[in-house]
């Protein structure tokens, strides 16, 4: 009797749970179709081709967003050139050379840690470094960004790295291959996969961004060239639609920058999915 009465518990128990599990996961869906529902809704019909395509004008009264698209690509590229080598080769170092295992494991630990610290916080750390001593620009807002996503590279990297099995090392190694040759012909091949995974995420952060760069990018909507722009100031996606939004009151064209936003960090995650399943392929065959 006492065995059936557990059984029943347990029974019931896995029930509740099951049934918590799937309201969870029913909650969080219907969020994020709202979201894309509500969001697209309002946005979409208020996006126009002389939006995308001309710059904002105060004597006619003109709203373009171009400045801003291009302002984005020129901090998202800025960015990632700097970030990329700089994480990837400090994640190759901690694992394939570092000997000392505690400064690695301490070195580690203030990595997770920056990218657990709020970006209100970078963007006052980016504004007395960089844009002290270069002024508001997109330059100062990507090295500021760079500190943001400089964790988020090097540990991604990282984890993908020690995913390679050691006995590729040491056939390696026995063929006479040197340390560098090793981890550039046989390492590096096998773990593409997660730096491509974390440059993806790192756009993603890129283009959400926005407090950060209020600080040190400025909000300015002028239209220049790639040389020109970033070292002048300038307004990003995000910001901008926090300007047309809060400042402005343009709540037309504030969810039309969302829309395009929404769409571009579906498109991204749908690459990074891809990206995981496409090497993964590569693996097993």
Known sequence: MLNQSLSKKRKGFEVLMKALMLLSVGLTAALVLFLLIYVLGQGVPNITWELLS???SYLTEKIGILPDILNTVYIVLATLLIVLPLGVGAAIYLTEYASNKKVVGIIEYAAETLSG??????????MLLFSNSMGTCLMAGALTLVIMNLPTIMRTTQESLKTVPQSYREGAFGLGAGKWRVVRTVVLPGCVDGVITGCILSVGRILGESAALLFTAGFAHALNGIIDGLAAPGATLTVALYVYAKEQGEFGVAFAIAA??????VLINFAATLVQKHFAKRRSL
């Open 54 to 56: 001309t710059k904002p």
């Open 117 to 126: 610290i709020p970006s209100i916080i970078y963007g006052l750390v980016g």
């Open 260 to 265: 395009i936003l929404m769409v571009l960090t």
